[in-house]
Each structure stands twice: as structure tokens, then as C-alpha cells.
């Protein structure tokens, strides 16, 4: 079982009150039950013990964990211009692309010390279109969820309508910054969201990016290899069929836990700690929970963090430990 940081918080979300937590802007979350978050002092450093969900922002909680002290990084920041989740020092509505890449830049920097010389980070982020200086996204009939009321204007260099190559930008920016660009998996969506476009082939694939901190590096390629036309084992290839699989809770994109459990069962063995920056509703902790690894997850939401910690105890039935920095 794990531990339990005791204290006082209150957040910015619904108030916390006898280890509950009412989150009034999500129906499928009623209620749910939380053990007490625990302050940290600033200059504090962090040993990890254990799983442990840490609620606060990404840059400032990586800076205080141990060097060297996970085997692997798994996590999808926020994209840019996508969506505003009314939080301070949220990631991902920056005013200009390149304030929004050096930002990430600055969080991978830290991921890095914090990785093993042999650890791995498996990156997803997707990509967008230029709003040719609108500052707002009329809904898709197909998806109305794609409404914005806060767009970044056109980057400099891009016209309206470009698409603006996010993924690429960044995993070119993280090369620069010492990474070993490795693989660009293609994740193809069957299942992908429609959209009502008549002018492009409608988008079914976003890019998950293998990097590493150094040359050489734990892989073990036997665990996740695939089953081949002739019916025996293959090299797993980059090409990822997985299916969407929205979670009927707060946060708007979830991980599939199909794309991720390659990733841990490839770049970690049993016990080791697998971080993710941008922990959103935990997907990477229920599959680190089914591999038998340890999660440190960081999240920013306090809306977020109680409705991963519902979910990491819902599924594994055990006590969450959660620090707040």
C-alpha cells in the first residue's frame, strides 16, 4: 500500500472537506474520496518512495526530484492553441509557437537530469492549423468540442490554413537541446474523431516521439514484439494501430492505454519509476499499476489530479500518495 502525505491544502477547485472531493463542473465525477494533500517546502528536495502524484506545475516539481531516478518518461503536453483550461501557468496558450516550444524545451531539460542514462521518453503531441489571426475556432459539426474562444495568432513564416508542423518543430528542438531523436511512431487512429473538412484528407494519425538522453540505452524489443503476416514474431514496426478511448471524466484527451503499455513494457522492467509531467487523468499510472511499476505523475489541475486519484484507486484499490508543491 502506498503512503499518505498528511496536511492542509485548498485549491482552486471545489473545496476539499473530509477527504472529499465534489467536482461540480463534471456529472460523471460526483463525488470522490481523497486522502489529505501534503505541503512541500519550496527548497525541499523530493526523494521519490513509492508511487506518488504530485499536484503542482511540471517545471517546479521536475526541479526538486532526484537525478537519475526514473527509467522512463511517457506524457502528452498540452497542444498549443487547442484548448484553455482556465489555469494559471497552464501550458499550451502561449502568444507566439516559439514561446510555446522553448517552454517544453525547459521542462524536457529537466526531465532529462531526472531520467536514467539509459532511460527513454516516449512523447505525444499533436499538431494544429493556423487561424489566419482569428481569435476564436467556430465548432465542427462532427465535433463541437473543438470551439475555442482564445486562439494564438498566425506564426511568423505560416500562412492561414498552413498546417503549422508542432510535432516536428519540437522533436527538432529537443535534438538541438542534447536528445536522441530515435523513432517517430506513427500512431494511427481507426477510430479517429471526424471532421466536417472538404479541402484535406481528414487528419486519423498524431506522432509519438522515442528520444533518449543517451546513445546507448535500455530497449527490450523482444517484450513488445508484434505478430507478423506469416502469424509468428516480429520487430515491433512504427506504424501503431490503437483506438481512441475517451474517459467520460473532466479531462478532454486521454492516453490510450494500448499506446502506452509498449512504451513501459519496452523501456522499463518491473519496479522501476516511469514519469509522466502531464498526468492529466492517469492513464499512465493505471498501466504502471498493471505492469508493476512505479508512476510519478505531475499535474497542475487540481481538478485533474482528484479525478486521476479516483481513478488510480478505483482501479488498483489501494491508497493514493499525493504531495502538492
Known amino acids: 500500500?502506498?503512503?499518505?502525505?498528511?496536511?492542509?491544502?485548498?485549491?482552486?477547485?471545489?473545496?476539499?472537506?473530509?477527504?472529499?472531493?465534489?467536482?461540480?463542473?463534471?456529472?460523471?465525477?460526483?463525488?470522490?474520496?481523497?486522502?489529505?494533500?501534503?505541503?512541500?517546502?519550496?527548497?525541499?528536495?523530493?526523494?521519490?518512495?513509492?508511487?506518488?502524484?504530485?499536484?503542482?506545475?511540471?517545471?517546479?516539481?521536475?526541479?526538486?526530484?532526484?537525478?537519475?531516478?526514473?527509467?522512463?518518461?511517457?506524457?502528452?503536453?498540452?497542444?498549443?492553441?487547442?484548448?484553455?483550461?482556465?489555469?494559471?501557468?497552464?501550458?499550451?496558450?502561449?502568444?507566439?509557437?516559439?514561446?510555446?516550444?522553448?517552454?517544453?524545451?525547459?521542462?524536457?531539460?529537466?526531465?532529462?537530469?531526472?531520467?536514467t542514462d539509459d532511460g527513454t521518453l516516449w512523447l505525444n503531441i499533436g499538431d494544429g492549423y493556423t487561424s489566419g489571426n482569428r481569435g476564436w475556432r467556430a465548432p465542427d459539426k462532427k465535433n463541437p468540442a473543438r470551439a475555442m474562444d482564445i486562439r494564438p495568432e498566425t506564426p511568423e513564416g505560416l500562412k492561414p490554413k498552413d498546417l503549422i508542423g508542432v510535432p516536428w518543430r519540437l522533436a527538432f528542438s529537443l535534438q538541438d537541446d542534447g536528445w536522441y531523436l530515435r523513432s517517430d511512431?506513427?500512431?494511427?487512429?481507426?477510430?479517429?474523431?471526424?471532421?466536417?473538412?472538404?479541402?484535406?484528407?481528414?487528419?486519423?494519425?498524431?506522432?509519438?516521439?522515442?528520444?533518449?538522453?543517451?546513445?546507448?540505452?535500455?530497449?527490450?524489443?523482444?517484450?513488445?514484439?508484434?505478430?507478423?503476416?506469416?502469424?509468428?514474431?516480429?520487430?515491433?514496426?512504427?506504424?501503431?494501430?490503437?483506438?481512441?478511448?475517451?474517459f467520460s471524466g473532466a479531462h478532454f484527451a486521454t492516453f490510450p492505454p494500448d499506446l502506452i503499455r509498449p512504451c513501459i513494457q519496452a523501456s522499463t522492467q518491473p519496479g522501476d519509476y516511469v514519469l509522466d509531467p502531464f498526468f492529466g487523468s492517469g492513464t499512465v499510472g493505471i498501466v504502471c499499476q498493471e505492469e508493476n511499476r512505479q508512476y510519478v505523475g505531475i499535474e497542475l489541475n487540481p481538478e485533474y489530479v482528484a479525478l486521476a486519484s479516483y481513478r488510480l484507486q478505483r482501479h488498483h484499490n489501494s491508497v493514493i500518495r499525493i504531495a502538492a508543491a
Open 1 to 115: 500500500m502506498f503512503g499518505v502525505t498528511t496536511g492542509q491544502c485548498v485549491t482552486s477547485a471545489s473545496k476539499m472537506q473530509n477527504g472529499s472531493y465534489k467536482n461540480e463542473g463534471n456529472k460523471n465525477v460526483r463525488e470522490i474520496s481523497l486522502p489529505e494533500i501534503g505541503h512541500i517546502a519550496r527548497a525541499t528536495s523530493i526523494p521519490l518512495r513509492d508511487s506518488t502524484l504530485f499536484q503542482g506545475d511540471a517545471l517546479t516539481v521536475l526541479r526538486r526530484l532526484p537525478s537519475e531516478s526514473v527509467r522512463c518518461v511517457i506524457t502528452s503536453p498540452p497542444y498549443w492553441g487547442l484548448r484553455d483550461y482556465g489555469i494559471e501557468e497552464q501550458i499550451g496558450l502561449e502568444n507566439t509557437l516559439p514561446q510555446f516550444i522553448h517552454r517544453l524545451v525547459a521542462v524536457f531539460a529537466e526531465v532529462k537530469r531526472v531520467l
Open 185 to 246: 511512431v506513427v500512431w494511427h487512429k481507426p477510430n479517429a474523431m471526424p471532421e466536417s473538412v472538404k479541402d484535406r484528407p481528414a487528419r486519423s494519425h498524431e506522432y509519438l516521439f522515442m528520444l533518449t538522453k543517451s546513445e546507448r540505452y535500455f530497449y527490450d524489443w523482444q517484450a513488445v514484439r508484434e505478430i507478423a503476416d506469416t502469424g509468428g514474431l516480429r520487430n515491433r514496426r512504427s506504424v501503431w494501430h490503437v483506438n481512441t478511448k475517451p
